[in-house]
Protein backbone atom coordinates (compact mmCIF):
# COMPACT_ATOMS: atom_id res chain seq x y z
CA UNK A 1 0.00 0.00 0.00
CA UNK A 2 1.27 3.47 -0.68
CA UNK A 3 1.80 5.91 1.69
CA UNK A 4 -1.00 8.45 0.78
CA UNK A 5 -3.27 5.47 0.77
CA UNK A 6 -2.42 4.82 4.24
CA UNK A 7 -2.78 8.41 5.61
CA UNK A 8 -6.35 7.96 6.41
CA UNK A 9 -5.81 4.54 8.22
CA UNK A 10 -5.96 0.81 7.04
CA UNK A 11 -7.67 -1.73 7.72
CA UNK A 12 -6.40 -5.42 8.25
CA UNK A 13 -8.09 -8.86 8.69
CA UNK A 14 -6.56 -11.60 10.76
CA UNK A 15 -8.13 -15.28 10.85
CA UNK A 16 -8.83 -17.36 13.65
CA UNK A 17 -7.04 -21.24 13.73
CA UNK A 18 -7.70 -24.58 15.03
CA UNK A 19 -5.39 -26.63 15.53
CA UNK A 20 -6.24 -30.03 13.71
CA UNK A 21 -3.26 -32.10 15.44
CA UNK A 22 -1.40 -30.69 18.56
CA UNK A 23 1.28 -32.55 20.35
CA UNK A 24 2.84 -31.67 23.62
CA UNK A 25 6.47 -32.61 24.73
CA UNK A 26 8.25 -32.15 27.93
CA UNK A 27 8.57 -28.57 29.37
CA UNK A 28 12.15 -27.17 28.07
CA UNK A 29 15.07 -25.03 30.40
CA UNK A 30 12.67 -21.73 29.43
CA UNK A 31 9.45 -22.99 31.02
CA UNK A 32 7.65 -23.53 27.50
CA UNK A 33 7.15 -26.94 26.23
CA UNK A 34 8.06 -28.34 22.77
CA UNK A 35 4.76 -28.64 20.73
CA UNK A 36 4.34 -30.34 16.74
CA UNK A 37 0.97 -28.37 15.81
CA UNK A 38 -0.61 -28.55 12.22
CA UNK A 39 -2.68 -25.51 11.96
CA UNK A 40 -5.33 -24.40 10.11
CA UNK A 41 -6.68 -20.99 9.28
CA UNK A 42 -10.57 -20.61 9.06
CA UNK A 43 -13.50 -18.49 8.41
CA UNK A 44 -13.68 -16.58 11.27
CA UNK A 45 -12.01 -12.95 11.50
CA UNK A 46 -10.56 -10.23 13.68
CA UNK A 47 -10.55 -6.76 11.96
CA UNK A 48 -7.67 -4.40 12.82
CA UNK A 49 -8.34 -0.48 11.81
CA UNK A 50 -5.14 1.46 12.86
CA UNK A 51 -5.17 5.23 12.34
CA UNK A 52 -2.71 7.58 12.81
CA UNK A 53 -2.90 9.04 16.42
CA UNK A 54 0.08 10.47 18.97
CA UNK A 55 -0.26 8.19 21.43
CA UNK A 56 -1.10 3.98 21.48
CA UNK A 57 -4.77 3.77 22.41
CA UNK A 58 -6.83 0.45 21.87
CA UNK A 59 -10.81 0.23 21.41
CA UNK A 60 -12.33 -3.32 21.11
CA UNK A 61 -16.24 -4.57 20.08
CA UNK A 62 -17.17 -7.90 18.34
CA UNK A 63 -20.08 -9.97 18.37
CA UNK A 64 -17.90 -12.33 21.07
CA UNK A 65 -18.01 -11.67 24.74
CA UNK A 66 -15.04 -9.08 25.18
CA UNK A 67 -14.86 -9.32 28.73
CA UNK A 68 -10.95 -10.34 29.72
CA UNK A 69 -9.63 -8.20 26.59
CA UNK A 70 -7.18 -5.94 27.91
CA UNK A 71 -8.16 -2.04 26.25
CA UNK A 72 -4.38 -0.63 27.29
CA UNK A 73 -0.74 -1.53 26.94
CA UNK A 74 -1.52 -5.08 28.04
CA UNK A 75 -3.41 -5.77 24.52
CA UNK A 76 -1.72 -7.65 21.94
CA UNK A 77 -2.06 -5.58 19.44
CA UNK A 78 -0.76 -2.63 20.96
CA UNK A 79 2.68 -4.87 22.06
CA UNK A 80 2.37 -5.54 18.50
CA UNK A 81 2.44 -1.72 16.98
CA UNK A 82 5.16 -1.02 19.53
CA UNK A 83 7.01 -3.74 18.58
CA UNK A 84 7.03 -2.16 14.76
CA UNK A 85 7.58 1.45 16.04
CA UNK A 86 10.43 0.67 17.55
CA UNK A 87 12.05 -1.83 15.36
CA UNK A 88 11.47 1.42 12.26
CA UNK A 89 12.21 4.09 14.57
CA UNK A 90 8.48 5.56 14.58
CA UNK A 91 7.97 8.42 16.99
CA UNK A 92 4.52 8.78 16.96
CA UNK A 93 1.49 6.50 18.05
CA UNK A 94 -1.80 5.10 16.54
CA UNK A 95 -5.13 4.29 17.10
CA UNK A 96 -6.22 0.67 16.50
CA UNK A 97 -9.98 -0.25 16.26
CA UNK A 98 -10.70 -4.20 16.83
CA UNK A 99 -13.75 -5.76 15.79
CA UNK A 100 -13.44 -9.67 17.27
CA UNK A 101 -15.21 -12.06 16.06
CA UNK A 102 -12.99 -15.24 17.47
CA UNK A 103 -13.97 -16.57 20.88
CA UNK A 104 -12.04 -14.74 23.64
CA UNK A 105 -9.44 -17.59 25.52
CA UNK A 106 -11.34 -19.86 23.34
CA UNK A 107 -8.36 -21.84 21.62
CA UNK A 108 -8.31 -20.04 18.61
CA UNK A 109 -5.61 -17.99 18.80
CA UNK A 110 -7.86 -14.48 18.63
CA UNK A 111 -5.05 -12.10 20.32
CA UNK A 112 -2.81 -13.51 18.12
CA UNK A 113 -4.83 -12.99 15.42
CA UNK A 114 -5.28 -9.19 16.20
CA UNK A 115 -1.42 -9.23 16.83
CA UNK A 116 -0.28 -10.31 13.44
CA UNK A 117 -3.24 -8.14 11.79
CA UNK A 118 -1.86 -5.00 14.26
CA UNK A 119 1.59 -5.81 12.65
CA UNK A 120 0.54 -6.14 9.14
CA UNK A 121 -1.48 -2.83 9.84
CA UNK A 122 0.99 -0.23 11.60
CA UNK A 123 3.41 -1.92 8.65
CA UNK A 124 1.75 -0.11 6.04
CA UNK A 125 0.45 3.00 7.89
CA UNK A 126 3.89 3.61 8.40
CA UNK A 127 5.09 2.75 4.99
CA UNK A 128 7.73 0.77 6.73
CA UNK A 129 7.45 -2.44 4.30
CA UNK A 130 9.71 -4.68 6.44
CA UNK A 131 8.79 -7.84 4.73
CA UNK A 132 7.19 -11.54 5.37
CA UNK A 133 10.83 -12.35 7.12
CA UNK A 134 10.78 -9.41 9.56
CA UNK A 135 7.45 -9.49 10.21
CA UNK A 136 7.38 -12.66 11.38
CA UNK A 137 10.34 -12.23 13.61
CA UNK A 138 8.22 -9.56 15.22
CA UNK A 139 5.43 -11.96 15.81
CA UNK A 140 7.53 -15.08 17.28
CA UNK A 141 8.40 -12.09 19.84
CA UNK A 142 4.81 -11.72 20.54
CA UNK A 143 3.24 -15.45 20.86
CA UNK A 144 3.79 -18.75 19.47
CA UNK A 145 0.93 -18.53 17.53
CA UNK A 146 1.54 -15.04 16.08
CA UNK A 147 3.19 -16.43 13.24
CA UNK A 148 0.65 -18.48 11.66
CA UNK A 149 -1.98 -15.79 12.30
CA UNK A 150 0.47 -13.56 9.53
CA UNK A 151 0.97 -16.88 7.51
CA UNK A 152 -2.48 -18.34 7.32
CA UNK A 153 -3.16 -21.62 5.44
CA UNK A 154 -2.30 -24.99 6.92
CA UNK A 155 0.55 -25.50 8.29
CA UNK A 156 3.05 -27.61 10.72
CA UNK A 157 4.38 -25.30 13.70
CA UNK A 158 7.23 -26.88 15.58
CA UNK A 159 9.04 -25.92 18.56
CA UNK A 160 7.02 -23.07 20.41
CA UNK A 161 5.05 -23.68 17.75
CA UNK A 162 6.16 -20.54 15.54
CA UNK A 163 9.14 -22.98 13.71
CA UNK A 164 6.42 -22.77 10.61
CA UNK A 165 6.09 -24.89 7.47
CA UNK A 166 3.75 -24.25 5.54
CA UNK A 167 1.30 -27.97 4.53
CA UNK A 168 -0.49 -28.36 1.08
CA UNK A 169 -4.33 -28.89 1.76
CA UNK A 170 -6.61 -29.61 -1.27
CA UNK A 171 -10.33 -27.80 -1.52
CA UNK A 172 -12.04 -27.04 1.83
CA UNK A 173 -12.50 -28.68 5.18
CA UNK A 174 -15.85 -27.23 6.61
CA UNK A 175 -16.18 -27.49 10.22
CA UNK A 176 -18.81 -26.27 12.93
CA UNK A 177 -16.97 -24.68 15.98
CA UNK A 178 -18.70 -24.03 19.45
CA UNK A 179 -17.33 -21.43 21.53
CA UNK A 180 -18.81 -22.84 25.16
CA UNK A 181 -18.55 -19.70 27.30
CA UNK A 182 -15.85 -18.81 29.88
CA UNK A 183 -12.44 -19.18 28.52
CA UNK A 184 -9.76 -21.16 29.80
CA UNK A 185 -6.47 -19.95 30.64
CA UNK A 186 -3.73 -21.26 28.38
CA UNK A 187 -1.12 -21.78 30.85
CA UNK A 188 -3.79 -23.47 33.20
CA UNK A 189 -4.41 -25.66 30.77
CA UNK A 190 -1.04 -26.60 30.15
CA UNK A 191 -0.31 -26.51 33.60
CA UNK A 192 -2.97 -29.29 34.24
CA UNK A 193 -1.69 -31.46 31.59
CA UNK A 194 1.77 -31.70 33.58
CA UNK A 195 0.10 -32.23 36.93
CA UNK A 196 -2.19 -35.21 35.02
CA UNK A 197 1.49 -36.83 32.88
CA UNK A 198 3.64 -36.61 36.73
CA UNK A 199 0.65 -38.27 38.64
CA UNK A 200 0.85 -40.85 35.56
CA UNK A 201 -2.33 -40.66 34.46
CA UNK A 202 -1.22 -40.07 31.43
CA UNK A 203 2.34 -40.44 29.26
CA UNK A 204 3.96 -38.25 27.48
CA UNK A 205 5.50 -39.22 24.34
CA UNK A 206 9.35 -40.09 24.86
CA UNK A 207 10.58 -38.39 22.06
CA UNK A 208 10.17 -34.92 20.22
CA UNK A 209 7.32 -33.80 18.84
CA UNK A 210 6.16 -34.53 15.59
CA UNK A 211 2.68 -34.36 13.09
CA UNK A 212 1.91 -37.48 12.50
CA UNK A 213 2.44 -37.98 8.85
CA UNK A 214 -0.53 -39.27 8.00
CA UNK A 215 -2.78 -36.00 8.66
CA UNK A 216 -0.82 -34.66 6.35
CA UNK A 217 -1.35 -37.05 3.31
CA UNK A 218 -5.23 -36.61 4.38
CA UNK A 219 -4.32 -32.86 4.35
CA UNK A 220 -2.68 -33.29 0.55
CA UNK A 221 -5.78 -35.28 -0.73
CA UNK A 222 -8.37 -32.99 0.52
CA UNK A 223 -9.84 -35.46 2.64
CA UNK A 224 -11.98 -34.82 5.96
CA UNK A 225 -12.25 -38.96 6.48
CA UNK A 226 -9.42 -39.50 6.46
CA UNK A 227 -8.26 -36.34 8.37
CA UNK A 228 -11.08 -37.27 11.29
CA UNK A 229 -9.16 -40.28 12.01
CA UNK A 230 -6.07 -38.80 12.67
CA UNK A 231 -6.71 -35.55 14.26
CA UNK A 232 -5.16 -35.41 17.88
CA UNK A 233 -4.98 -32.86 20.69
CA UNK A 234 -2.35 -33.77 23.47
CA UNK A 235 -3.66 -30.27 25.56
CA UNK A 236 -7.86 -32.40 25.08
CA UNK A 237 -7.47 -34.33 28.59
CA UNK A 238 -6.64 -31.48 30.75
CA UNK A 239 -9.26 -28.92 29.00
CA UNK A 240 -11.84 -31.85 29.30
CA UNK A 241 -10.82 -32.74 32.82
CA UNK A 242 -11.13 -28.76 33.50
CA UNK A 243 -14.38 -28.52 32.10
CA UNK A 244 -15.96 -31.62 31.86
CA UNK A 245 -18.93 -30.32 30.59
CA UNK A 246 -17.61 -30.13 27.34
CA UNK A 247 -17.47 -33.87 27.19
CA UNK A 248 -21.61 -34.12 26.43
CA UNK A 249 -21.30 -31.03 23.45
CA UNK A 250 -18.29 -33.89 21.81
CA UNK A 251 -20.54 -36.51 22.46
CA UNK A 252 -23.75 -35.05 21.11
CA UNK A 253 -22.24 -33.50 18.05
CA UNK A 254 -20.38 -37.09 16.84
CA UNK A 255 -23.66 -38.89 17.28
CA UNK A 256 -24.73 -36.10 15.12
CA UNK A 257 -22.55 -36.35 11.78
CA UNK A 258 -19.57 -35.04 12.94
CA UNK A 259 -16.67 -36.78 11.61
CA UNK A 260 -14.82 -36.34 14.53
CA UNK A 261 -15.02 -33.57 17.14
CA UNK A 262 -12.59 -32.23 19.17
CA UNK A 263 -11.10 -29.30 21.46
CA UNK A 264 -9.50 -26.28 19.66
CA UNK A 265 -6.04 -25.64 21.18
CA UNK A 266 -6.28 -25.10 24.73
CA UNK A 267 -10.09 -24.81 24.57
CA UNK A 268 -12.37 -24.03 25.62
CA UNK A 269 -13.37 -23.86 22.25
CA UNK A 270 -14.82 -27.25 20.10
CA UNK A 271 -14.40 -27.98 16.59
CA UNK A 272 -16.06 -30.44 14.50
CA UNK A 273 -15.03 -31.56 11.68
CA UNK A 274 -18.20 -33.00 8.53
CA UNK A 275 -17.68 -34.15 5.79
CA UNK A 276 -19.09 -31.26 3.14
CA UNK A 277 -20.52 -27.76 3.84
CA UNK A 278 -23.88 -29.54 3.68
CA UNK A 279 -23.37 -31.73 6.41
CA UNK A 280 -21.79 -28.86 8.39
CA UNK A 281 -25.16 -26.59 8.25
CA UNK A 282 -26.68 -29.50 9.08
CA UNK A 283 -24.93 -30.16 12.40
CA UNK A 284 -25.16 -26.18 12.93
CA UNK A 285 -28.69 -26.76 12.90
CA UNK A 286 -28.86 -29.43 15.04
CA UNK A 287 -26.51 -27.95 17.98
CA UNK A 288 -27.92 -24.85 18.17
CA UNK A 289 -31.37 -26.18 18.60
CA UNK A 290 -29.91 -28.50 21.27
CA UNK A 291 -28.98 -24.21 22.67
CA UNK A 292 -25.56 -24.31 22.04
CA UNK A 293 -23.88 -21.54 19.81
CA UNK A 294 -22.70 -22.92 16.49
CA UNK A 295 -20.69 -21.15 13.96
CA UNK A 296 -20.35 -22.65 10.69
CA UNK A 297 -16.44 -22.10 9.62
CA UNK A 298 -13.90 -23.26 6.23
CA UNK A 299 -10.79 -23.50 5.81
CA UNK A 300 -8.04 -22.89 5.17
CA UNK A 301 -8.09 -19.04 4.00
CA UNK A 302 -5.62 -16.53 4.29
CA UNK A 303 -3.30 -14.91 6.86
CA UNK A 304 -3.29 -11.37 7.74
CA UNK A 305 -4.20 -9.36 5.14
CA UNK A 306 -4.88 -5.05 4.06
CA UNK A 307 -8.28 -4.89 2.93
CA UNK A 308 -8.72 -2.60 0.28
P1 LIG B 1 -3.97 -18.89 22.72
O1 LIG B 1 -4.54 -20.23 22.41
O2 LIG B 1 -3.17 -18.27 21.60
O3 LIG B 1 -3.34 -18.74 24.06
P2 LIG B 1 -6.68 -18.06 23.02
O4 LIG B 1 -7.29 -18.14 21.67
O5 LIG B 1 -7.01 -19.16 23.97
O6 LIG B 1 -5.15 -17.88 22.86
P3 LIG B 1 -7.06 -15.24 23.21
O7 LIG B 1 -8.45 -14.82 22.89
O8 LIG B 1 -6.03 -15.03 22.18
O9 LIG B 1 -7.10 -16.74 23.68
O10 LIG B 1 -6.62 -14.47 24.55
C1 LIG B 1 -6.01 -15.01 25.67
C2 LIG B 1 -5.80 -13.89 26.70
O11 LIG B 1 -4.94 -12.88 26.15
C3 LIG B 1 -7.09 -13.14 27.06
O12 LIG B 1 -7.74 -13.72 28.14
C4 LIG B 1 -6.58 -11.73 27.39
O13 LIG B 1 -6.30 -11.60 28.75
C5 LIG B 1 -5.26 -11.58 26.64
N1 LIG B 1 -5.31 -10.64 25.48
C6 LIG B 1 -4.40 -9.71 25.17
N2 LIG B 1 -4.71 -9.08 24.02
C7 LIG B 1 -5.84 -9.61 23.57
C8 LIG B 1 -6.64 -9.37 22.41
N3 LIG B 1 -6.34 -8.46 21.50
N4 LIG B 1 -7.73 -10.15 22.26
C9 LIG B 1 -8.04 -11.11 23.18
N5 LIG B 1 -7.32 -11.34 24.29
C10 LIG B 1 -6.22 -10.61 24.49
Request: charged letters at 20%; glycine letters at 12%.
Amino acid sequence: MSQALAADGVRVRAPGKLNLFFEVGGVQDDGYHDVASAYQAVSLYEDVWASPSDEFTVAVSGTVDLSGVPADDRNLAIRAARLVAQRIGHTGGVHLDIVKHVPVAGGMGGGSADAAAALVACDALWGAELGPAELHKLAARLGADVPFALMGGTAVGTGRGDELSRALAKGRFDWVVVPSGTGLSTPEVYRHLDELRARHVINAAGRAPAVDPTVLQALRAGDPVALAEHTRNDLQVAALSLRPDLREILELGEESGALTGLVSGSGPTLAFLTVDAESALELQITLSAAGYEALHVHGPVAGARVVP
